[in-house]
Structures are given as structure tokens and as C-alpha cells.
């Protein structure tokens, strides 16, 4: 016996079915514990269709169901010089931060978040949507309004933070809708590799303590 199965002895099996039942009950409904975070719903939902296809369980939900969800989250401009008004036009987190447009098609609040744009990218690709038939152009142009001038992106177009969590969600939409005009490359690089401290590791921001989860975000990137 090697010393790897001298340490798994008594070590136990996970429960898949477990696992499994308890992210379908969550595809059903929000528990309780969690609707402090409804805002957060798209990024809730990421981690339980994520996790059902890990299992091998996709087939517990209803992918066109998901793929018509997903979408009406979307923040869509009265009009393509909307653009360039400042204003991101991705995905908003839950319904509860999408405000209906004016009757002239204006968002006077839109909350699009980049963080919440990921997570549904992410759901559409994982059920199989085809990701070409997704309103892109919109979505990588407008992102291009939160890079800010030393690289890093603020999470949303007013208010939100800036570091290389929300690098790393503008690299992966970009990836992900093969579509890299949604950022200034060489600013992105010269920020992370700013962000790098000197134990070798990567923090949140350029001086910060060097963070494992931040060396995944940069090595992806």
C-alpha cells in the first residue's frame, strides 16, 4: 500500500446523489439563507448548473428554460451611440437590480455587472447555447467604458470596485465570445504583472498581499 492510499484508508466517499439533489432543490427555489443575496441570483445559479454538469447531471434541468432566464437579464441600449455613453450594457444579477426602460427604450438605470456577466456566459455555455447567437457586439464594446486607464475594470459603470477579480471576469468574456475588442490587452498585462507581489504571488490590487485564488485568476488570464 502507498503512502497516497495509507492516507485515503477511512477517508469517506462523497455522496454524489447528495450533491446532486441538493443543487437541484436549489435550481427550484432560493433558500432562505441565501435571499440576502437574490441580487446575486445569475452568480447563484452559476455555481449550481456548474456544478450539476461537474456531476454529470445536467439533465436535471430544463436547458431551454435556463437559456430564456439567462437572457432576460440582459441590458440591451435604446441605440447603437448608446455605446459610448459610459454605460455598460451586460447582464444584471437578479431582477431586483433591473429597472424597466423608459418609454423611449433609455435604461435610467442600468446595473449591468460584469461579475454577473460572466456567470451568465458561463450558463449559456455550459447548456449549450450557441454563444453566436448572443447580442455580443453590445456586451465587449460597452465593456471596453470599465477598463479603466492604469488596466484593471470596475465592476460596474458607477460605484464598483477595481481589481484583478473583475480582470479576470473581462479576459474570460472576451475568451468566451472570441471577441477580444472588449479591452486594451497591453494595459490589462501591465496591470496584473503590477499586481504581482514580491513573494512572487498576485494580489487584489498592485502592493497588495499576494492572494492563491489571485494566481489562478492571473495564470487563466
Not at 435604461?107 to 454563444?131: D, F, M, P, R
Not at 479591452?183 to 494580489?203: A, H
Amino acid at each position: 500500500m502507498n503512502s497516497t492510499e495509507e492516507e485515503c484508508r477511512g477517508c469517506e466517499i462523497m455522496e454524489k446523489d447528495a450533491h446532486v439533489r441538493f443543487l437541484e432543490l436549489m435550481y427550484y427555489m432560493l433558500p432562505s439563507p441565501y435571499e440576502s443575496q437574490e441580487i446575486n441570483h445569475l452568480t447563484l445559479a452559476y455555481f449550481v448548473i456548474s456544478g450539476l454538469d461537474i456531476l454529470n447531471s445536467l439533465h436535471k434541468v430544463a436547458k431551454d428554460a435556463v437559456i430564456s432566464w439567462v437572457l432576460s437579464f440582459q441590458a440591451h441600449p435604446g441605440a447603437k451611440a448608446d455605446l459610448n455613453d459610459g454605460q455598460f450594457y451586460g447582464f444584471h444579477g437578479s431582477k431586483t437590480s433591473q429597472f424597466p426602460p423608459d418609454e423611449n427604450g433609455v435604461l435610467i438605470h442600468n446595473n449591468s455587472h460584469l461579475a454577473s456577466t460572466y456567470c451568465a456566459i458561463s450558463i449559456l455555455k455550459i447548456v449549450g447555447y450557441e454563444l453566436s447567437n448572443l447580442d455580443s457586439e453590445t456586451i465587449v464594446t460597452s465593456m471596453r467604458n470599465l477598463q479603466q486607464p492604469d488596466g484593471s475594470f470596475i465592476s460596474i459603470h458607477t460605484g464598483g470596485e477595481t481589481d484583478l477579480r473583475f480582470v479576470y471576469c473581462a479576459a474570460t468574456i472576451c475568451f468566451m465570445l472570441d471577441n477580444w475588442s472588449g479591452m486594451d490587452k497591453e494595459k490589462t498585462k501591465d496591470y496584473i504583472l503590477r499586481c504581482q507581489s514580491y513573494d512572487g504571488g498576485f494580489g487584489l490590487v498592485p502592493g497588495a498581499e499576494s492572494h492563491g485564488g489571485l494566481k489562478q485568476s492571473f495564470i487563466t488570464v
